[in-house]
């Protein structure tokens, strides 16, 4: 059965969902979404021979070939423009879906919903749907095998869910701002863990002879924000 981290991100497509799932490893996304609704359809885009290889094993396995198609290429220049509804990018850092996403930006202009699970630095894709026309609609954070996952969906018209205040803005932008008010377990459970290494961080750097004083004090911002957050 497929792992609780892709269900969350399959539950966000709608129905009859036309998608590209970038970097898509064993296709078990879209076969996932296919199986489950026979009016959807799959692009499974893979830069790499091993997974491109699994991702077509796999989509003629589960009999999908007629609504699945394999390409090989790197990021979103597997699909055309306006080929499709939905861009999916899962499991990757953040900074390598936001630069999948700039380099595809021409593929971009009929694109209705972007749902991206990054595993780390979750800040630069809503920096990226905020310069680039695009509004966090849904996000959530989950834990599964002792992993930490945020998944975030966003779309052309959704709602604005940031403070015009700056400062506040900028912690919205850090732990999301719907995150920020649900504070749930996972939540909890990866900022505490973020702080104590934040904290350790703190403290070398305090003790050592050469400080980058702009990163000291980004860190103690950071901490600050963390404190007031955490109980
Ligand atoms: N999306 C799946 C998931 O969430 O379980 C697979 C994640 S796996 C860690 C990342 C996959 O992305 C690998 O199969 C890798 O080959 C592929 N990949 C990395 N960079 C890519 C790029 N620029 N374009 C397409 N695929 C890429």
Not at 65 to 82: F, M, Q, Y
Not at 97 to 123: F, T, W, Y
Not at 138 to 164: F, P, Q
């Amino acid at each position: 059965s497929l792992s609780e981290r892709l269900t969350a991100v399959a539950a966000h497509l709608p129905e009859s969902a036309h998608f590209v799932d970038v970097g898509s490893d064993h296709a078990y996304l879209p076969c996932y979404v296919c199986l489950q609704d026979p009016s959807s359809r799959a692009i499974a885009g893979e830069i790499n021979d091993g997974p491109y290889k699994s991702a077509e094993k796999q989509v003629k396995l589960q009999g999908l070939t007629d609504r699945i198609e394999v390409r090989k290429g790197d990021g979103l220049a597997v699909v055309e423009p306006n080929e499709v509804k939905q861009v999916v990018i899962a499991g990757m850092g953040g900074p390598l879906i936001a630069s999948i996403l700039e380099q595809g930006k021409d593929k971009l202009g009929q694109v209705e919903q972007l749902i991206v699970q990054p595993n780390i630095d979750a800040r630069v894709l809503r920096k990226w749907f905020l310069a680039n026309g695009f509004e966090l609609q849904t996000e959530e954070i989950l834990e599964e095998a002792g992993h930490i996952y945020e998944v975030l969906v966003a779309v052309r018209a959704g709602k604005e869910l940031y403070d015009e205040d700056a400062i506040i803005r900028d912690k919205q932008l850090l732990f999301g701002p719907q995150l920020l008010q649900e504070k749930n377990a996972a939540f909890r459970a990866k900022w505490q863990e973020y702080k104590r290494k934040l904290e350790r961080n703190v403290a070398n750097m305090q003790r050592a002879q050469q400080v980058d004083e702009a990163k000291l004090a980004s860190f103690k911002t950071e901490l600050l924000w963390l404190e007031e957050e955490l109980d």
